[in-house]
């Protein structure tokens, strides 16, 4: 194998695993914004199937440590044991959360425990443009870290099959066939 084989061969991996890099940051993502307002938001497929009426749920775009926040604000509609949250927001349909037992959130200016968050209390959180789950604020200041909350997947979703495939494969696979397409192409030629 000469320098300008071992050349291409290096190319070839580094566009498949830097195309595969993007795909999997694109993958992960919840939402892609131009702006920071609600309507420059394109929610992802997953966020979307997740939670349908998120766009309209949306209160407001933030910018915290270089990364985007969509906040929202709702009223406890529901609270199951702490176990789960049904969350329903104005024009914005509801969403069920699923936060640790032990959590604590800010409500009205006071740390309360979720088993014992009442029904019409007022919940901020955000999500993360890079994370679909709820990320609820660990104190009321701006800096604050964020506790990490599930969404509950919607229950018409939960009966049919999970979709565990993903596009990976098929990137790598369309690597690893450019990278033998040079290789042959390189063979020929020296032929």
Request: hydrophobic residues 40%.
């Amino acid at each position: 194998m000469n320098i300008r084989t071992v050349t291409k061969v290096s190319a070839a991996c580094l566009i498949a695993c830097a195309t595969a890099a993007g795909a999997q940051t694109k993958v992960d993502r919840s939402f892609d914004a131009v702006a920071n307002d609600c309507s420059s938001i394109h929610w992802s497929e997953r966020a979307l199937a997740t939670y349908p009426t998120i766009g309209a749920a949306c209160q407001g775009v933030e910018e915290r440590n270089g990364k985007r926040y969509v906040r929202f604000e709702g009223k406890l509609k529901k609270n199951v044991r702490g176990e789960q949250l049904v969350v329903n927001f104005k024009d914005g349909g509801e969403v069920t959360l699923t936060p640790p037992a032990d959590l604590s959130l800010y409500v009205d200016g006071k740390k309360t425990p979720v088993k014992d968050l009442p029904r019409g209390a007022d919940l901020k959180f955000y999500i993360a443009e890079d994370r679909l789950a709820a990320q609820f604020p660990e104190t009321e200041s701006v800096s604050a870290r964020f506790v990490i909350v599930p969404i509950v997947v919607r229950e018409e979703r939960l009966a049919s099959l999970p979709s565990t495939a993903g596009p990976l494969p098929l990137l790598a696979l369309g690597g690893l066939l450019s990278l033998g397409l040079g290789g042959l192409l390189t063979y020929r030629r020296r032929r």
